[in-house]
């Protein structure tokens, strides 16, 4: 059964700082990993999308990379600002059934960029 | 245009009373999901549906169930409300097998009192 586990829980950091996220997940039998961001008592925005060939992904300030082998991406933010503030969920679709089995989640990195 | 739907965006209810859920994609996508996330934020898939095959996750009580009208809809049913049913309920879609990005729809939040 796949787990996706990130670190750190939280953080915080003063605005400008470059910070980096980390997510796990135990089984390499994926087709996808994707990072999204939630605001308070707001949906899911997809970041960034990383297909299992792929080594990274970017789209502005924020960079994914991905480790499939070892199971491990990391979402890299830089110069960080206060409105990056939000919650930041990694998420691994597995290939088994095609897919069908949906997105395993990770439970998420509270971050908190200080103005 | 929204590409993910979902209707209502708040729900309240009572214990024992059976609700609905609605959600709709303009993607072109093949599979719709549910998910659920709970009071500690963490976010469990529910069901996928294309309009080949229902996957139920084992832990989902038999109270919910999915309705598809058509490939654009995926409804979430819930009969005999109970106060542990409240969560964000979230729907998604995607296209299966090729490993899509997953748009989600902005979560009903459901409340049993």
């Known amino acids: 059964k796949q787990e996706v586990t990130q670190i750190p829980a939280a953080l915080s950091v003063p605005e400008g700082e470059n910070l980096v996220l980390n997510c796990s997940f135990t089984?390499?039998?994926?087709?996808?990993l994707q990072w999204f961001r939630q605001d308070p008592g707001k949906g899911l925005t997809s970041l960034l999308l990383?297909?299992?060939?792929?080594r990274e992904q970017t789209s502005g300030r924020l960079n994914a990379s991905l480790d499939k082998s070892s199971g491990r991406s990391t979402l890299y933010i830089a110069a960080s600002q206060p409105g990056d503030s939000a919650t930041y969920l990694c998420?691994?679709?597995?290939?088994?059934?095609?897919?069908?089995?949906?997105?395993?989640f990770g439970k998420g990195t509270h971050l908190i960029i200080q103005p | 245009d929204t590409a993910v739907s979902q209707t209502p965006k708040y729900l309240v209810t009572q214990m024992g009373n059976d609700k609905s859920i609605k959600c709709e994609q303009n993607?072109?996508?093949?599979?719709m999901y549910w998910y659920k996330q709970d009071s500690k934020k963490f976010l469990k898939i529910m069901f996928s549906?294309?309009?080949?095959?229902?996957?139920i996750n084992e832990t989902v009580p038999n109270r919910f169930s999915p309705k598809s009208p058509d490939k654009a809809h995926l409804n979430l049913h819930i009969n005999s409300l109970e106060l542990g049913d409240s969560a964000v309920y979230f729907c998604?879609?995607?296209?299966?097998?090729?490993?899509?990005?997953?748009?989600f729809g902005q979560g009903t939040r459901l409340t049993v009192v």
């Open positions: 998604a879609s995607s296209l299966l097998g090729v490993g899509t990005e997953a748009f």
């Open positions: 990383i297909q299992s060939s792929q």
């Open positions: 993607l072109g996508h093949d599979t």
């Open positions: 998420a691994v679709l597995g290939n088994s059934g095609g897919g069908a089995d949906g997105l395993t």
């Open positions: 089984d390499s039998a994926i087709y996808n």
């Open positions: 549906y294309n309009n080949k095959e229902l996957i």
